[in-house]
């Protein structure tokens, strides 16, 4: 009769295999994960240009870390942002949706143009609440801008929230990270960061604070990581060394000129070259997919960047304020040093990470999502997406109207549909006149040349996609008596 609790182990070459599998897991638990559900970690910048990176054409800027990241993954080189604004850009995020659908079509309220009240609607299921609720461990770093007071990443699905404020910048890249500016000081103040000291900067301290999160995690759940840096975002500042750095790098034919910026955009790529060295350093690199994209286009104001070849820039619908770099790893999935030419929008990164983990989310939210899942072209980048038009409406505020790039504010609405780009710019009250713009991207990525007049009946068929589309979302239609009155800028 056999005893019960004994494991009998006839095979010497049995027991070392044990004894290598039992020490190695002990001294590497994060090695024994369940593998099923891969880690995800999404990191995204704020006003990062399609043009910024080394790998995508920059001038200037030096980012060793996203360029080798570049080689290990898929790039998107037609990937745009859900609106040229970050405020709708992030709504769309979390929630798979066009922000027209759930009323944020401006970066704010002012004048009384609709912008829902500049928060995440409770109604709505993020994708941190659906991954939590799949099995993952959640965890936000940097920028939220989408919600106040307990409208946060905490009580919107994410266990862990840090160094999230309720502006839409930090008040300052250097410890103690706030505002000079009193009236903004306190809303800018980036908590949860007390224990750096004078000289620290922020892009930094979130990548050791990622580090941190990624250091904790083990074996019991796969993670989700949302990180969300306020770089590159103004008000500008680096360390002296970078920016002298570049100022001896800068010349008079350079595009991009600007030191400060670019020292910023190296800190960024510093702050993602250690988040990428402690998944390795964990155990987790094999088993995790990283994401790294940007929620609209490069600001161009004041000499900031350049976005070349594209036209305009951040707060633009033209390619400059819209299109984005973007960049997926998914280890033993995706092919390296890929490029896949389909176009992928903002709202699609919910569905696709529903797909990635495994887990179905809530039914009736997905029900109303505009997303399409891409995780087939992470395994075969020259697959297509179906056929679909993509869709952009931006309103903006009074107060904006006083600055001066003309570009930028403006109420228009936007529709591209296979090599066509149409927007309809509406009528203002500082006397400009509404009007439409028609171009070829595949023939004019630039958006040189209006061929509105040229192609009437092209202006006539994605005027009525742009009507079904408003029909579709229930998006808020442009009033300019409404939004406006009678003040004038």
Known sequence: MLKKNVFLIKDVSMINTFLFLLCFF?????????????????????????????????????????????????????????????????????????????GAVSHGKFGGVTSGDNS??????????????????????????????DNNPHTRGFDEDIASNEFCCPGNYFYPFESHQEWQKEMSKVPDLE???????????????????????????????????????????????????????????????????????????????????ALKEYGFDNNTVVIFTSDNGGEITNNITDNYPLRAGKGSSYE???????????????PKGRVSNERIIGLDYYPTLLSISGVKGDANHNKHIDGLNFSGLLKNPNKKLKKRDLHWLKYISLIHLKYPVADRNRCVETVISGDWK????????????????????????????????????????????????????????????????????
Request: net charge negative.
């Open 120 to 149: 995440l609607p409770w109604s709505e299921v993020t994708i941190a609440q659906a991954l939590k609720n799949g099995g993952y461990y959640t965890g936000h770093i940097g920028k939220w801008h989408i919600g106040k007071g």
């Open 320 to 334: 400059g304020g819209i299109r984005v770099p973007l960049l997926v790893k998914w280890p033993g999935v995706t």
């Open 26 to 102: 002990v001294s590497h638990p994060n090695q024994a994960q369940n593998s099923e559900k891969p880690n995800i970690v999404f990191i995204f910048a704020d006003d990062l240009g399609f043009a910024d990176l080394g790998f995508t054409g920059s001038d200037s800027h030096l980012t060793p870390h996203l360029d080798k990241l570049a080689k290990e993954s898929v790039y998107f080189d037609n990937a745009y942002s859900s609106h040229p604004t970050c405020l709708p850009s992030r709504l769309s995020l979390m929630t798979g949706k066009y922000p027209a659908r759930i």
């Open 422 to 489: 149409l927007m309809q710019f509406f009528q203002m009250p500082d006397n400009y006149p509404g009007h439409f713009e028609l171009y070829n991207l595949k023939e004019d990525p630039s958006e040189t040349t209006n061929l509105a007049n040229k192609f009437p009946n092209m202006v006539d068929k994605l005027s009525k996609s742009m009507r079904d589309w408003e029909k579709e979302v229930d998006a808020p239609l442009y009033d300019m008596e409404k939004f406006y009155g009678s003040t004038q800028p």
């Open 195 to 277: 224990d750096h000291k004078p000289g620290d900067h922020l892009t930094d301290a979130l990548g050791e604070e990622a580090v941190k999160f990624i250091s904790k995690q083990s074996n019991k759940k796969p993670f989700f990581l949302n990180l969300s840096f306020y770089a590159v975002h103004t008000p500008l500042a680096a360390n002296k060394e970078k920016i002298e750095k570049y100022k001896a790098l800068i010349n008079e034919n350079t595009r991009q000129n600007n030191a400060v910026y670019a020292g910023l955009v190296e800190h960024l790529d510093d702050a993602v070259g250690n988040v990428l060295k």
